[in-house]
């Protein structure tokens, strides 16, 4: 398998997807906003379209896009003139209609969305993989580094604004996180699944875990190996990769669930 | 002694709405442990987010002189789902006080040692949070805010769904933090019965100051706040 290229670069995405999308998802299921990656995933669908509107490198736009709407989400939330899930579904539908409206100017409603839509990981190129290897790893360093205030807001946001910390900030960075997360993901699972990457595996560390920081460790662990066993899974039984991946996630958070049933 | 906290002619009021709290004066010394009782609705939480600086009153003037001010809102340990231990959470007060980036200094964890130490929680430093009792979680937010060793701690009914014994250890705790450590605490209660031994002045809230003294002076009428009439 790992003979052709095309595997060896999809394991290559994969490997850093499967790492980013639960170090950035724990935030977003700490704050209760597991459902943050589906509306943000819908405005990468505009993003794609305006990369087919404009000539332009889809991811680019895709990031771009889903950064101003991950913004959007963040400042609205923030000013509290709108409830988080009205936030959400206002950036949610107005991504995706956007996203056909465009898509229909560029001429371009024949194309295979459907790539975009639930992932085409064995079409990752050499560039491709430079992109998310590079924004990935950036993006993981961040989180390393910025690691004890972004707890400290997602335990106790008002404490911390109290406190003096940097929270709006903070939060704008974690938005801006999940944006590029979702836009470097595109190719792996896909707009609409990426969000269970984000979230299932941080939902499964967090029944068996012993701490803050062990759930994050475990659900990058189990993000890495679902999207491994994933792509495996799909070479040999032809399936699609996006979706198997998840399915394998979700299998994990079953799993964890027992082990936590047992051991109480 | 010098002041901890002075509030001048204070009006403030929700958006466009009418005023929750009317011309409050309120002056407490550094050192001082105060209650803020009154009725559900009165405006005890809305008063101290203006001492934290959450709200923006409507006119009037807040002054803070406390240099540090560690804050437990209310049924804070309600927006925990995360697995974190005593440890995590107390090392997060410290985050104010520390760099923003990389890991948490010697000098730092130390801190956050003697914090869970203060609040009795040592046995419990690496136990998830949420296999404590109500009186243990509400100790280990107090460790949190201690853990920014602050000058005034303001609490917003920190005994809210503990029984009364843990309500009992938590105000002798305060006033126990209070001696050693020098701070001003503010206590927000609505059923101040269990912090009247411990406090040396109460101000009653509902919508203005309308009572301002120490416990004993509180006329009988009002030492059941839920039942504050004009």
Redesign the interface.
């Known amino acids: 398998m790992l003979d052709l290229e095309f595997m060896r670069l999809a394991f290559g995405a994969g490997i850093v997807v499967g790492l980013l999308a639960p170090a950035v998802g724990f935030f977003l299921v ?1 704050r ?1 906003l597991s459902l943050i990656g589906d509306g943000i995933g819908h405005v990468a669908f505009a993003g794609v379209a305006l990369g087919y509107l404009l000539d332009l490198p889809l991811v680019l736009t895709a990031l771009v896009v889903s950064i101003l709407g991950a913004l959007s989400i963040e400042g609205l939330r923030a000013r509290r003139r709108t409830a988080g899930d009205q936030a959400l579904a206002l950036v949610f539908y107005t991504g995706i209609a956007g996203g056909v409206v465009l898509v229909s100017a560029a001429g371009a409603l024949n194309v295979n969305l459907f790539q975009f839509l639930f992932g085409s990981i064995l079409t990752v190129t050499r560039g491709d993989l430079v992109v998310i290897a590079a924004l990935g790893a950036g993006a993981l360093a961040l989180i390393a ?2 690691y ?2 972004l ?2 807001v ?3 946001e ?9 929270v709006a900030p903070l939060n704008a960075l974690t938005a801006a996180l999940a944006a590029v997360t979702i836009a470097l993901s595109m190719r792996v699972v896909g707009i609409l699944l990426i969000a269970a990457l984000m979230v299932l595996p941080v939902i499964a560390a ?1 029944r068996i ?7 994050v460790v475990i659900a990058m662990g189990i993000g890495l190996a679902s999207v491994l066993a994933g792509i495996t899974t799909a070479y040999y039984a032809d399936l699609p990769p996006g979706g198997t991946t998840v399915l394998v996630a979700a299998a994990a958070v079953l799993a964890a669930e027992a082990v936590s049933v047992l051991r109480a | 002694m010098s002041l901890a906290l002075r509030m001048e002619r204070v009006t403030f009021g929700y958006g466009h709405g009418p005023p929750v709290l009317r011309g409050l004066e309120l002056a407490v010394q550094r050192g001082e442990f105060v209650a803020i009782a009154g009725p559900n609705g009165g405006g005890k939480t809305t008063l101290v987010r203006l001492v ?3 709200e923006q009153p409507t006119s009037g003037r807040i002054e803070l002189l406390a240099r540090k ?5 209310q049924r ?1 340990q309600a ?7 005593v440890r ?2 107390v ?3 410290r ?2 006080r ?1 760099r ?5 200094g010697a000098a730092d964890r130390e801190t956050v040692r003697e914090a869970i130490e203060r609040v009795g929680l040592v046995p419990q430093a ?1 136990r ?1 949070l949420s296999t404590l009792s109500g009186g243990q979680q509400q100790r280990a937010f107090i460790a ?2 201690l853990a ?1 060793e602050p000058e005034l701690l303001v609490l917003d009914e920190p005994t809210t769904g503990v029984d009364v014994e843990a309500q009992e250890a938590i105000a002798l705790l305060l006033q126990r933090l209070r001696r050693e450590l020098e701070m001003t605490i503010l206590y927000v209660s609505h059923e101040f019965g269990a912090v009247e031994r411990f406090v040396e002045r109460i101000v009653l809230v509902r919508g203005e100051i309308v009572f301002d003294g120490p416990p004993e002076s509180l006329p009988a009428v009002w030492h059941d706040p839920s039942h504050v009439h004009a």
């Open positions: 700490q209760r580094l910025l004890r205030p707890v400290a997602v335990v106790d008002e404490g911390a604004r109290v406190a003096g910390l940097p967090a875990a012993w701490s803050m920081r062990s759930t | 934290v600086g959450l001010v560690g804050y437990l809102p804070a927006g925990i789902d995360a697995p974190l231990t995590e959470l090392t997060t007060g985050a104010s520390t923003l980036i990389g890991p948490l690496d998830r949190k805010a920014a």
